[in-house]
């Protein structure tokens, strides 16, 4: 615990290879793809070549299959999940690594690489405490050179984040231009390099809210990258901000409902049901991957065509 301490104050993160077991990984794995064919309404999913934000549910099973996506917050209602992130193991290692009792306030999945330019955490969930925000990525396959693998650089948490105009370090989506230019004139005059995690298929890698990372570009769209992302707010942090603790082991989860999505995403999804349930020939292009989805048939071609629901 020393050694990987002292990495992670050095570095900003640290590295534990071939943490879980095959079978600990390829058990979460068949409940999401168990989850993912169930459809629910109550999952919040992020469409990455979009940034739409939708349910599961809304998305028909060609879309579900096809589109490169960020599941959020499977941790919310389901064991598996919740016990890679917070495992008897895992658990006491980022209450070392973060000086206090973890939080669990988040999960990510992803099927595909995120191609996410550089960034770092703390800007876009901000603790109330500074330095009380820890993450971790774990590897739920072997990344492939091609997938769009996690970037990062070693040592950039040093880097003292800039002030936005709020007068905080939350960010301020206008400004994010002027934080990026910011961020790259640090780390050249720092001399931080990029750094590729070829991560095996168990890996876990934990990082520092402030260290710089991002994924790589995909070279071949056909791969996958799975892999789960948790982020973790201190206990005392977490209750400064109200929230629902439940506990678990030396550590506890945030209790919350799922991420609000826009009211325009129901009004999408009743023209989805309705254009593919007038247009058979549209529904079995949809069904054959030839387009994603009716929507995207209409907008191709539909409209042109004069088509109505």
């Not at 077991?21 to 064919?37: F, H, N, P, T, W």
Request: charged share 25%; proline share 6%.
């Amino acid at each position: 615990m020393d050694r990987t301490k002292e990495n992670f104050e050095r570095d900003g993160f640290a590295i534990l290879p071939g943490f879980y077991s095959a079978e600990e990984i390829d058990s979460v794995v068949g409940s999401i793809a168990q989850r993912k064919l169930e459809r629910p309404l109550d999952v919040t999913v992020d469409l990455l070549d979009t940034g739409e934000r939708t349910l599961l549910g809304l998305l028909s099973a060609q879309e579900i299959a096809t589109r490169r996506m960020k599941i959020n917050d499977l941790y919310l209602d389901m064991p598996g999940v919740r016990n890679l992130a917070l495992s008897d193991r895992l658990a006491p290692i980022l209450q070392e690594l973060l000086g206090q009792d973890p939080a669990l306030c988040n999960s990510l999945y992803f099927e595909k690489g995120s191609q996410q330019p550089p960034h770092v955490d703390s800007i876009y969930m901000t603790p109330v405490t500074p330095n009380h925000l820890i993450a971790t990525w774990v590897a739920l396959e072997d990344a492939h050179a091609d997938a769009g693998q996690l970037e990062y650089f070693p040592g950039s948490h040093k880097v003292e984040q800039m002030i936005f105009s709020n007068g905080t370090r939350h960010f301020v989506p206008d400004e994010m231009p002027q934080w990026h230019k910011y961020m790259d004139a640090e780390v050249e005059k720092a001399g931080f390099s990029k750094v590729t995690f070829a991560a095996k298929k168990g890996d876990v890698f934990v990082w520092h809210a402030n260290l710089l990372h991002g994924g790589g570009p995909i070279a071949d769209m056909q791969r996958t990258r799975k892999s789960l992302v948790f982020h973790y707010y201190s206990r005392p942090d977490a209750l400064n901000l109200d929230m629902k603790l439940e506990p678990m082991l030396c550590s506890s989860w945030i209790n919350r409902p799922i991420q609000a999505v826009p009211e325009e995403t129901f009004a999408r999804a009743q023209f989805e049901q309705a254009y593919l349930e007038k247009y058979p020939d549209v529904a079995e292009a949809v069904r054959e991957g030839r387009f994603v989805s009716g929507i995207h048939h209409y907008d191709m071609y539909g409209k042109a065509e004069g088509r109505t629901v």
